[in-house]
């Protein structure tokens, strides 16, 4: 058994951390998006947006884990939370 | 581990290691979901086998009608709780033939939510369905509904926390199996193909069988069951659509009638429910199952009637609302948009209530291939695990601490919890009829089991402790019926040929028998296998002592 590097273990905890609260931050916004992009009443649109949340929620961490580093996991997430987010503030400004 | 495993392999590789790290670290806590979920199809079964009291009168030959009875109830309700801030009463249907009814009374100041829900369980009584008279008062247990709640609110803690953590498992769990999809490039091939007595390669077998065998069910149950706290988990679209008008969007997503309004405080007496429940019947085309009544005798009353879903997937019930003091209909749910009665067929499938006894059988089999799945994969990270040390504990070593916690925990769990169910109810059983706050106490026994059963393993994680618990489990669960038969007169001799209200009791009795000898076969196999390594290590014993100075040279 030969230990495992920090460097590694920092990976790792860097990659959860992007995962379980970059994913949970990121699916927020894009179910949010969905919610108010969905032309239904809106107890429809609610129900379809929330329904979808753990579909995009588990997408999300499978990828943080699959893709090639710790610093591009990171990227994807915040650069595609900025976008929606972006877009929900232009949508929201707009309405 | 080398390092960088996760950076440097493909696709596969890294998805191996997320099922195995998301499965591991929730592992113990799901199969205690799993497990109370499964018992939790039958809730209403377990809490009726949980009420000996109440044998007797639901092998009924004759009901009286529904309207009478729901007549009877209200008088006696008007008797007992005329100032009531809400009356319940549940009917007889198919898994139920005995007529409930329980009140709620405006909580006084200072009282905490637990001795608000202590109260509220002293506030009951059972009708006979033959007669209409009331039965004896039976014994002081929440039955099923203990296990159905510890599925999905834990306890001793705030039913919010449990919901959270458990949340969080299932989401561990969703994240589990589909990792554990793609990492499988022979899903359909590995699913027949079972290699037994070949140790690492047959858990890794038995995995793969259980899992894919109900795969389907296991996916969504798991999501399904997310699904029933959705809103909770993913209040995002909510906040972006209603704001802070939470309540707003449950009133018009589960479509549930307007209540909680507040008492006018004008007297006004309850109109008679007969008339009510006739107009609901010949709208439905069968009777309701349940009655709400809010305010009752306050001019501002609603009587709400609702109808068990039946056979339909949705579980929104039916329901109509009347004014409590004319009579007159106010309201009837219409029919769900086609989203509202998909989340409903969600929601559906994950309680079965739609459930014929056939299918429920299936639901419940499928559960236990869920713990069996979840079983097999904690103790095939123990067998992977020990692999690495296998040099070390030839030349003497131990293995390391994670390995020894796992296992240890692997025991509390897998063989423990059996123990922890049938303690429960043997507990139901044992304790005296008149002790203080029996429910609680059925439930301290419970835990009590478990923990013992957990401690007991973390200091001795040895096959003797595999096979020490999963015998006491054994004996417990295989018991039960013989206990039954020693402490009630509904005994598998009278069950198996009284009516059918007494079948769900025979079933009860005959599944704990059933699990009683699936665990005794375990702990005959655990043995069987330490005999075995035990021949193989004495006679490696004697070749290393044939030879003494091979071993010191490795």
Known sequence: MTPTPWRYRGAVASRAVAAIGGGYVLTSIAIALIAIALPLPRADAVTIATLLSFVVYTCAILWVFATTSATRAWVGIVVCSAALGAVQWLVGGAA | ?554
């Open chain 2, 1 to 554: 581990m080398k390092p960088g495993v996760v950076v440097k392999e493909g696709l596969r590789q890294s998805m191996s290691w997320v099922h195995t790290w998301s499965g591991l670290l929730v592992c113990w806590l799901l199969l205690l979901v799993f497990m109370a979920g499964t018992a939790a199809y039958y809730r209403h079964e377990i809490t009726f086998w949980m009420k000996p009291e109440l044998h007797k009168a639901a092998d009924a030959p004759s009901r009286i009608a529904t309207a009478d009875a729901a007549a009877l109830a209200v008088r006696g309700l008007q008797q007992r709780a005329p100032n009531a801030s809400g009356w319940f009463i549940d009917l007889p249907h198919e898994r139920n033939s005995l007529i409930t009814a329980s009140w709620t009374t405006p909580p006084k100041k200072g009282m905490s939510r637990a001795e608000r829900r202590n109260a509220f369980r002293q506030q009951n009584f059972v009708l006979d369905p033959m007669t209409g008279l009331e039965t004896a008062a039976p014994r002081d247990t929440r039955g099923g509904e203990f296990i159905y709640r510890l599925h999905f609110d834990l306890y001793y803690m705030s039913a919010l926390w449990g919901r959270w953590i458990v949340g969080i498992a299932a989401m561990s769990m969703l994240v589990a199996i589909i990792s554990g999809v793609i990492t499988h490039k022979r899903i359909f091939k590995d699913f027949f193909t079972f290699r037994p007595n070949k140790g690492q390669r047959s858990w890794l077998d038995a995995h793969n069988a259980t899992a894919v065998l109900a795969l389907p069910f296991h996916l969504m149950i798991t999501y399904t069951g997310l699904v029933t706290l959705m809103f909770m988990y993913m209040p995002s679209p909510t906040k972006a659509l209603y704001g802070e008008e939470q309540n707003t969007m449950f009133g018009e997503v589960f479509m549930n009638a307007e209540r909680g309004e507040p008492a006018t405080k004008v007297a006004a007496p309850l109109a008679d429910v007969r008339p009510m429940l006739q107009q609901a019947e010949r709208a439905w085309g069968e009777a309701p199952t349940r009655i709400v009544v809010s305010h009752p005798n306050d001019a501002g009353a609603r009587v709400e009637l609702v109808r068990h879903p039946g056979q339909q997937l949705s579980n929104i019930e039916p329901s109509m609302t009347f004014n409590g003091a004319t009579g007159e209909l106010l309201s009837s749910t219409g029919a769900p948009s086609t989203t509202l009665a998909a989340r409903g067929a969600i929601y559906g499938l994950h309680v079965a209530h739609f459930a014929d006894p056939l299918l429920r059988a299936l639901f419940f089999i499928c559960g236990l291939a869920g713990c069996a799945m979840v079983a097999t994969g904690a103790l095939l990270w123990g067998v992977k695990e020990r692999q690495k040390y296998a040099k070390v504990v030839a030349g003497g070593g131990k293995v390391g601490f994670g390995v020894r916690l796992v296992d240890a925990l692997n025991i509390g769990a897998i063989a423990g919890l059996p123990v922890a169910f049938a303690v429960y109810f043997w507990a139901n059983r044992l304790l005296p009829l008149d002790a203080a706050a029996r429910s609680n106490l059925e439930a301290n026994c419970f835990f009590a089991a478990w923990g013992a059963c957990a401690i007991l393993a973390q200091v001795r994680p040895t096959r003797g402790m595999w096979r020490f618990q999963l015998t006491l489990g054994a004996l417990l669960m295989a018991g039960l019926p013989v206990l039954n038969f020693f402490t009630t007169d509904s005994h598998l001799g009278v069950t198996l040929f009284g009516g059918p209200a007494l079948h769900p009791l025979a079933g009860f009795d005959l599944v704990t028998l059933a699990l009683g000898l699936l665990l005794g076969w375990a702990a005959w196999w655990v043995g069987r296998k330490g005999l075995k390594r035990a021949g193989a290590k004495s006679s490696a014993a004697r070749a290393a002592s044939v030879a003494p100075a091979s071993r010191e040279a490795a």
